[in-house]
């Protein structure tokens, strides 16, 4: 049964649907909400003995839950945003639980430039660095300027500059050498009052077309951002998801003219150290995937590479539909694909 502590916010052996964007039953064994860093101070004091029991859960929009997940959760919905002008810049820290869209929005909203390419990305302000958001060219490294966090095991509080986050693709110190070990309290992002638009990732420019130059502003990128995603990804309140499921896989120069001397049609963009990203969604659908259902677990119908829960598919369903996905590309191109998505409970990629 669960039971709701007034004083710490502490919610024992909850059921989690309601808590994971693929809206996924499962439980877990406590989950503590904190609104403030003394709160996380003074509760971690008294229970960081059990600090390897800990799992830190941000928005749930980048999570697959198995079954029961023998740990605690907690949470940092601290929230709050403040401005801080430099010249032409701005200095944006934003608690861990603020909404990423909301902040997107309130920031543009203020004239303030840089976020309108992460339009529409769910989840919260403290996960974003954990991942390095990114969308429509844009990633948050690019904006980012440090972040705060607890250690779980000690309670001390640090500040971590973006070169210590060590960022790359969908990827940051938090979910390599420190993963687990932090959560994250607040992220600082420099932002501008002066547009530097960030135009040229596919679909923008076609969707701006029919304005003109001095129609281009962050709030029209950041409309077009919200068309294009509206259209392609499924509203997780409508249909269980946690976005891309998959990374987009990497793979070296002579493996890409291989498979491009293969499939001619195989879209994939060079990376800056002379590899290839090829897109996941793109292989996925040319499997013959897109759309393809396991009872309640199914691959999106207009974005492959997002899994898609139709009512009542367990985290084993969802799990079971990926791995037989990412077998048919290896079978059909040769190419490893994995999860984007934290997997938690009783079974792992
Ligand atoms: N494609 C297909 N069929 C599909 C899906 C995609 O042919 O079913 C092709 C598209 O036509 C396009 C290419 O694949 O040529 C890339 O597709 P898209 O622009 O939709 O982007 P993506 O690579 O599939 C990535 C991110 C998204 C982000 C978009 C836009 C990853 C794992 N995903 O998707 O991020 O919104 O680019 O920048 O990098 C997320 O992380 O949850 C997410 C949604």
New binding site residues.
């Given amino acids: 049964m669960a039971y709701l502590s007034k004083e710490l916010n502490l919610v024992q052996k909850t059921r989690l649907k309601k808590l994971n964007s693929f809206g996924i039953e499962a439980s877990c064994e406590q989950l503590v909400s904190f609104h403030s860093e003394a709160e996380i101070s003074s509760w971690l004091a008294l229970n960081n003995n059990q600090s390897e029991r800990f799992f830190v859960l941000g928005g749930g929009s980048?999570l697959l839950l198995i079954g029961h997940v023998p740990y605690i959760l907690l949470q940092a919905n601290i929230q709050g945003v403040e401005y801080q002008e430099q010249g032409d810049d701005v200095l944006v820290k934003a608690g861990a639980g603020v909404n990423w869209h909301q902040l997107v929005m309130q920031t543009l909203d203020k004239g303030y430039c840089g976020l309108e390419?992460l339009s529409l990305?769910p989840g919260n302000v403290g996960a974003a660095p954990i991942?390095n958001?990114?969308?429509?060219?844009v990633e948050l490294k690019d904006l980012f300027v440090e972040l705060e966090a607890i250690e779980l095991a000690t309670g001390d509080k640090l500040v971590f500059a973006h070169q210590e986050c060590d960022f790359a693709?969908?990827h940051s110190i938090f979910k390599g050498a420190l993963k687990g070990q932090y959560i994250i309290t607040s992220v600082s992002l420099k932002l501008s009052k002066i547009p530097k638009l960030k135009l040229d990732?596919?679909?923008i420019r076609n969707e701006l077309s029919h304005l003109s130059d001095s129609g281009i502003t962050p709030k029209a990128v950041s409309e077009a951002v919200i068309k294009?995603?509206s259209s392609?990804?499924p509203d997780p309140e409508e249909l269980g998801n946690?976005?891309?499921?998959?990374?987009?896989p990497i793979v070296s120069a002579s493996s890409y003219q291989q498979l491009k001397q293969q499939f001619p049609e195989l879209?994939a963009f060079e990376i800056a150290d002379g590899r290839y990203?090829l897109?996941?969604?793109?292989l996925?659908?040319?499997a013959g995937l897109?759309g393809y259902r396991l009872g309640d677990a199914g691959v999106?119908k207009?974005?492959?590479?997002?899994l898609v829960n139709y009512g009542d598919a367990s985290g084993k369903d969802i799990l079971s539909l990926a791995r037989f996905v990412a077998k048919t590309i290896d079978e059909k191109f040769g190419v490893t694909i994995e999860p984007?998505v934290w997997i938690l409970g009783e079974a792992s990629w």
Avoid: T
């Fill in positions: 980048n390419n990305i991942q958001i990114g969308a429509y060219g693709y969908r990732y596919g679909p294009i995603r392609k990804l946690a976005g891309s499921f998959f990374k987009n879209v990203k897109a996941a969604g793109w996925i659908d040319q897109k999106h207009k974005q492959a590479l997002v984007e």
